[in-house]
């Protein structure tokens, strides 16, 4: 078997064996098979796309080329939840804690920023002092006592997944369903927790745009997980819109932070409400996602969340007064207005757009490895159906570089849509699917 045949089968349309498969990935993770080989199959699934069967296998493959984490000595159902990745989304350190609250461990691997989009592990890293990297017993001791655990992919569980999506990224064959399913799955697969409840983005701000294919998408990874003897729930939600009112590292730190004080936007609590509400379901915590739902409730109202995010961060080092104190988080050198230009209501903001303003102003990465500003991104004062006067502040952009500041707001001010009307913003969750 050669790499250059796998290619052309591939190229031609049909269909690639098991042995085929684990060739390939077994090749491109020890280095064997080198980049333009890999990239030449990335592109031509791209095209011409996998069955149902060969993305299992696919996942499969990913998920057995490296170590499954054994978390058999963490008490309880371990629950964990994955993002297929948005902007502003800043769910699990929400979720987490009120998760964890109601008893239910949940056990995570996060990951960085990609693209346009944020990461977990790059904005709890706002936090002075938090470690997102522990040695397993640590990890597993943690989530024994504190019922929660947040750490970065270690280069142990799916390596294959981690290589091929670096080389997905640089090559435009991120947005392909299979190609996502496989790369979700195989690290969830492999990282140890019995449930899995998926937040799958739709809309321009996510890698599947359109409802119809976020469902697909989500229809399948649900498939993969139960196959694999793991509860999975996923639901589709909204991303044609940042969630909440920050975007950037710290930025959304704080608005968890107030989200979990009982003051966050309305958007942000809510789908946080659910993620968690099916998360204690799936943990056996509550008898039905209802149930779970008013748990979730409970621990944001009584105030038992916030204490969970300040044992969270004390447990893996960082200092809990930036709960009550957010001058202990990075600051900005830099701001600049965006503003209106005329009356109106902001009939779109568009997610994308504002999540590459916030790339442009520091807070994600434009490069693989550059150093990210945890100050920077975009605080939106006004979001979709806000009326509008002109010259009043639509958003501000935050950090440390001058001329990178510039840019941003430039691209932030191209993201809204000020029309005549008020228009109803979309629903935040299309479908759920178990
Ligand atoms: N998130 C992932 O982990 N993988 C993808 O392919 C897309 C989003």
Redesign the pocket.
Known sequence: MTMYDIILKKRDGRTLTQSETEYFVKGFTDGSIPDYQASALLMAIFFRGLSHDETFLLTDAMMRSGDTADLSSIEGIKVDK?S??GVGDKTTLIVGPLVAACGVPVAKMS?RG?GFTGGTVDKMESIPGMRTSLETDEFISLVNRVKLAVIGQTGHIAPA?KKI?AL?DVTAT?DNLS??AS??MS?KLASGSDAFVLDVKCGDGA?METVEDAKALAALMVEIGTAGGKKTIALVTNMSRPLGRGVGNGIEVIEAIETLKGAGPKDITELSLRLASYMIFAGDAAASPEAGYRAAQDALSSGAGLDKLREFIAGQGGNPAVTDDYALFPKAAFSVAVRADADGYVGDLAARGIGIASRRSGAGRETKDEAIDLSAGVILHKTVGDAVKAGETLAVVCGNDEERLNEAAEIAKAAFRIGPEKRRPAPLIYAVIA
């Open positions: 994955h297929t990745g990951g990609l997944d999506y997905r991120v190609l996502i790369s979700v690290k890698f």
